[in-house]
Nanobody, 123 residues
Framework: QVQLVESGGGSVQAGGSLRVSCAVS????????VGWFRQSPGKAREGVAY????????RYVDSVKGRFTTTRDAATNTVDLQMDSITPDDTGVYYC????????????????WGRGTPVNVSS
């Protein structure tokens, strides 16, 4: 059974940085892709970024390009999301998700989900 556990959320001021991590309970190479999603109050869940578990392919939603970076550590089976120049619009609950299928920013393509970690950005 694949389990994902997020950590590292919290409160940060606008312009600052925050790093959230996703611990995967299985060998990360048994999965094809790990994605990051966020959900803000009153809004639909949004795909933020994904990272292939093999290779270096990654993709970001336009609103975070140049500010967010997702990295993979196969030795520890973790995937991180580094968030820089963070803004109040980045506030939300951040989820990591994994799939053995093709990578996508579409949440419906992901099978395994963590419970989320909250990020609150104050202005």
């Amino acid at each position: 059974q694949v389990q994902l556990v997020e950590s590292g959320g919290g409160s940060v001021q606008a312009g600052g940085s925050l790093r959230v991590s996703c611990a995967v309970s299985v060998n990360i190479y048994t999965l094809n892709c790990v994605g990051w999603f966020r959900q803000s109050p009153g809004k639909a869940r949004e795909g933020v970024a994904y990272k292939t578990t093999a290779g270096e392919n990654a993709r970001y939603v336009d609103s975070v390009k140049g500010r967010f970076t997702t990295t993979r550590d196969a030795a520890t089976n973790t995937v991180d999301l580094q968030m820089d120049s963070i803004t109040p619009d980045d506030t939300g609950v951040y989820y990591c998700a994994a799939t053995k299928g093709p990578c996508s920013l579409d949440a419906n393509r992901y099978t395994y989900w963590g419970r989320g970690t909250p990020v609150n950005v104050s202005s």
